[in-house]
């Protein structure tokens, strides 16, 4: 009776699995050199249109398989390999009534440090930064290394933590990812943003979407920036990395991995160091402000950083993973602030589940939960405004978040999700007076509680026409918990003594792309999405004694949601390695939020009559970017790019504001540079020029910045699996600082700091 029940069994299964083959066809090849070596861990991917249908690696063999449903195999498809040091394969396939279609591959090596990643690069609606980039560049961390990207520009604040700005738009206006996980700086004067808080070994690339066009995640108001960090390969890989530069810069880096089929693991670490930069002038930037004699004897930035991500394979269609980053600094000076940071602390954890081929509705389901923190203190210990042997103001801001979101793809074209978020901002803020020490709530313990659920379409019509739009709705809760909050400087200047909000608001978008003969791509948009504004803009309440007079930083609790409508437009043209890409925006945003000198509406007589603060007002931000590569003979190339945003505000008197143009708004920039690139080298030399900035905020006692031009050479070579890279930032010694600088309050001290002089980097590598 078992031999029966067990015979029966065995012609069930076959019976099942001759029905699944026959709704489904079979790809199945190996991945070579061109030496005929297998390549382990190569990426295969099936697409249709713009979707992937169906993703593999290659095993410790070199050889990938997949089943594709009948369904999706029909139409153009195309089969794309990729794998490190490698050119990108495409080939376009089809079943022609075969159930079974077997493709080999030879990938050809792609040439040392080649920059040109056309096909990322000219999307119509995304721009993509990769390490080959980053490896070049003497940046220190991301946000500086993205400045690369035409429309991204960053506010220095001394020799690291570069804040990202994105067409004008910055700070809370400016969504940064990392890995899909919300990591929030501390420090109301953001010294610590989120990119500063990633290090450049764990980055695989950097996606930008620019304007108001993503649904996935909440406040996205002017762009997107998700850094992506590199997963765990299959087989044995160890990458041992040294940087070093100018003013005493090293950065020694290393990473090793383990993957099989069933499990996979990566581990790195990395430390950076240098001492402060000099200007084109000779001037130290500790020179440029009140640093204490005892600041010349200490580094600029001193940052360990270390993690690891691991890979389970549950079973064929199922996939589970955990991350973990612990990045910590000593002390790191900032000239623009009146502050430094003693220590700043991040925590990243990340949990994530993937399951694929569930059902024709739910085809795969993705879900993730994280946590991060950050955990700061700054003071003036280096400062001459500091006591003997202690400081005489401090603060210790404190930020966590536990999120996480689920996304289902709803057959081929849409995909909805689930997003949800807490996050804790708590801020003291101390005043030592001859021993005496003193505190308030400068961020009040502010909790926020947001979820959000979306939707996002992507369809093509035909191999021409493709459609992509999405829409949003999120939700919204906001409350100041410490005890015994003092509100009367809300009630002295914003009149109000309200300590909670609560907030909805939609989002929605549309782009569609265009075709043409002679490879030529008409792409334009339309979107509009709103953020809410966060716990320092809303309940910011600093109080601090400078030379026995009273000064506030207080935020406004009044401030609606602010939101953004956005219109783009542009074309790509492409023709063998080269293409051009011009776009143009325009950005109506309703409720701007401006920092402004709020007026003193409820007398009291011991209350300055004005006070550091946030208003809203209507404002316009509008521009473009153009960004191209040529192909030329001989294996050289020019490239280069330009990029332009005007910002204006409707004039609002009764709050102070007096003038029509938006702060921190960048001038006009553009570059160019000549490339050749050989199988095993690559040497370049360009230029940047940025423009004269007369638009300022003159409220906020902006001042106009002079144009200038800097030269930058590189080079690099590779040989076996060794490579190393050099380069010369602002060859010719200029001074010059760049214009996004004003006095941003908490903290700041005014100056405008300036950027390096002359400048050497060089990178050593090994790819095992």
Not at 155 to 180: E, K, M, P, S, T
Not at 220 to 241: D, N, Q
Not at 502 to 524: K, M, Q, T
Request: contains cysteine.
């Amino acid at each position: 009776m078992n031999s029966q029940r067990r015979l029966v069994f065995i012609l069930f299964v076959c019976l099942f699995a001759a029905l699944v083959q026959a709704q489904s066809e079979d790809i199945r090849g190996v991945v070579t050199d061109p030496s005929g070596a297998v390549i382990v861990g190569a990426s295969v991917e099936l697409k249709s249109g713009d979707r992937v249908i169906a993703t593999a690696k290659t095993d410790s063999q070199g050889s990938y398989s997949f089943l594709v449903e009948r369904e999706k195999a029909s139409g153009k498809l195309e089969l794309v390999v990729s794998s490190a040091g490698f050119k990108t394969f495409v080939r376009e396939v089809g079943f022609a009534g075969a159930q079974h279609l077997s493709v080999s591959v030879e990938l050809q090596v792609q040439p040392t440090f080649e920059r040109l990643n056309v096909e990322a690069k000219s999307q119509p609606f995304r721009d993509q930064l990769d390490m080959s980039e980053v490896r070049e560049s003497p940046a220190k961390d991301v946000g500086e290394a993205l400045t690369a990207v035409d429309g991204v520009y960053r506010i220095r604040q001394g020799g690291i933590a570069n804040d990202v700005v994105v067409r004008g738009f910055q700070q809370g206006n400016v969504n940064v990812l990392i890995d899909g996980t919300r990591l929030y700086g501390a420090c109301t004067g953001h010294m610590d943003p989120a990119a500063y808080h990633v290090d450049f070994a764990e980055v695989e690339r950097v996606d930008i979407d620019k304007g108001a066009f993503d649904v996935a995640s909440a406040g996205s108001l002017g762009a997107t920036v998700e850094v992506v960090t590199k997963k765990p390969p299959l087989g044995l890989r160890v990458t041992p990395s040294m940087s070093f530069g100018s003013f005493g810069y090293y950065n020694p880096s290393a990473t090793a991995s383990y993957g099989n089929d069933a499990f996979r693991f990566l581990a790195g670490y990395s430390y950076r160091v240098s001492d402060p930069y000099k200007d084109g002038s000779g001037k130290s930037f500790l020179d440029y402000t009140n640093f204490s004699l005892a600041a010349y004897g200490q580094h600029a930035f001193d940052i360990n950083t270390g993690w690891f991500e691991t890979e389970f394979s549950l079973a064929d269609n199922q996939r589970l993973s955990l991350g973990y980053t612990r990045q910590q600094s000593g002390l790191v000076l900032y000239p623009y602030d009146t502050m430094d940071a003693n220590y700043d602390n991040a925590d990243r954890a990340s949990l994530r589940y993937e399951v694929t081929k569930l059902t024709d509705i739910v085809r795969a389901l993705r879900v993730q939960a994280y946590f991060t923190q950050v955990i700061h203190f700054m003071s003036d210990d280096y400062r001459t405004t500091a006591m003997i042997n202690t400081w005489s103001m401090a603060a210790d801001p404190h930020s966590r978040v536990i999120g996480g979101h689920t996304e289902a793809d709803m057959g081929r074209d849409l995909t909805v999700g689930f997003e949800g978020y807490y996050r804790n901002w708590n801020m003291m803020a101390y005043m030592n007076m001859s021993g005496m020490i003193s505190s308030n709530p400068a961020i009040p313990g502010v909790d926020t509680h947001a979820f959000g659920a979306f939707a996002d379409y992507h369809h093509s019509f035909t191999d021409q026409l493709k459609l992509s739009g999405g829409v949003r709705f999120d939700h919204d809760s906001m409350s100041a918990t410490a005890s015994g909050l003092d509100t009367d400087n809300y009630f002295y200047y914003q009149n109000t003594r309200n300590t909670q909000a609560s907030d909805n608001y939609a989002s929605g978008n549309a782009r569609l792309s265009f075709s043409l003969p002679h490879s030529v791509e008409l792409f334009a948009g339309a979107g509009t999405t709103g953020r809410v504004p966060d716990a320092q803009e809303r309940y910011l309440n600093y109080t601090m004694m400078s030379g026995g007079m009273m000064m506030l930083d207080v935020g406004d609790p009044n401030l609606p949601i602010v939101r953004n409508t956005e219109s783009t437009a542009g074309a790509v043209f492409r023709h063998g390695s080269s293409y051009i890409k011009p776009t143009l925006f325009y950005s109506d945003i309703n409720n701007y939020i401006l920092v402004n000198d709020q007026p003193l509406l409820n007398m009291n007589g011991m209350m300055p009559s004005s006070t550091r603060s946030y208003t809203n007002v209507d404002a316009h931000i509008y521009g473009g970017e153009i960004s191209y590569v040529f192909g030329l003979p001989s294996d050289f190339s020019f490239v280069g790019g330009a990029s332009y945003a005007k910002g204006t505000n409707v004039l609002k008197p009764q709050a102070g504001v007096l003038s029509s143009n938006l702060p921190e708004m960048p001038p006009m920039r553009t570059w160019a540079a000549l490339r050749y690139t050989h199988k095993f080298a690559f040497a370049e030399i360009g230029g940047t020029g940025v423009a004269r900035q007369n638009l300022v905020d003159t409220d906020l006692n902006e001042s106009p910045t002079a144009g200038y031009g800097v030269m930058d050479i590189k080079f690099g070579l590779r040989y076996w699996k060794l490579s190393a890279s050099f380069a010369a930032d602002n060859l010719l010694n200029h001074y010059y600082t760049e214009h996004l600088s004003y006095f941003r309050d908490p903290f700041a001290s005014g100056v405008h700091v300036p950027e390096p002089g002359r400048n050497f980097f060089g990178q050593l590598r090994a790819d095992f």
